[in-house]
C-alpha cells in the first residue's frame, strides 16, 4: 500500500505544480498615490501706507485652483499671526497697527486640493 500512496502524493504534487505553473501572477500591491505638491507662494508682495492703515499687495497666482490668501503679521518680537484668511482679491488693508512700530508680513496662496502654499517673501515696513 505504500507505493500506491506513494503515487497517489506523487500524482497530486504534479497536478499542485502545473496548476501553479499557469496561474497568473499577483499585481503588485497597490501604492497610494503621492500628494500633489503645494500651491506656489504668491510672489510681488509690497506694502504702504495709507491713512487707513497698511496696505499689503501681491501678484495672483497663475494657479487656477487657488480659492484666496491668507495674510500673516508679526510686529518686532512677535510670532507671526494670521490676520486675513481667504482674501479673494491680491490686497488686504491692515487697519490695526500702531504707528511707529515696526510691522513684517507675509501671504499664502490657498487652494482646494492642494492646501496651503509656504509663505511669500516677508516684507517689512514702519507704520
Known sequence: MTNRHDAVAVAMLLII????????PSPPPQQPSPSPPPPIPPAGVQV????????VQWGKSLQPEILG???????????RE???????????????????KLYRYTVT??????GESLPSEEVTVRR
Open 17 to 24: 505544480a502545473a496548476s501553479l505553473s499557469h496561474a497568473q
Open 69 to 79: 490668501y491668507h495674510v500673516s503679521r508679526a510686529g518686532v518680537g512677535k510670532a
Open 82 to 100: 494670521r490676520i486675513a484668511t481667504r482674501v479673494a482679491g491680491t490686497e488686504f488693508l491692515d487697519p490695526v497697527p500702531v504707528k511707529g
Open 109 to 114: 496662496a490657498v487652494s482646494k486640493d492642494r
Open 48 to 55: 504702504r501706507q495709507t491713512s487707513k492703515g497698511i496696505v
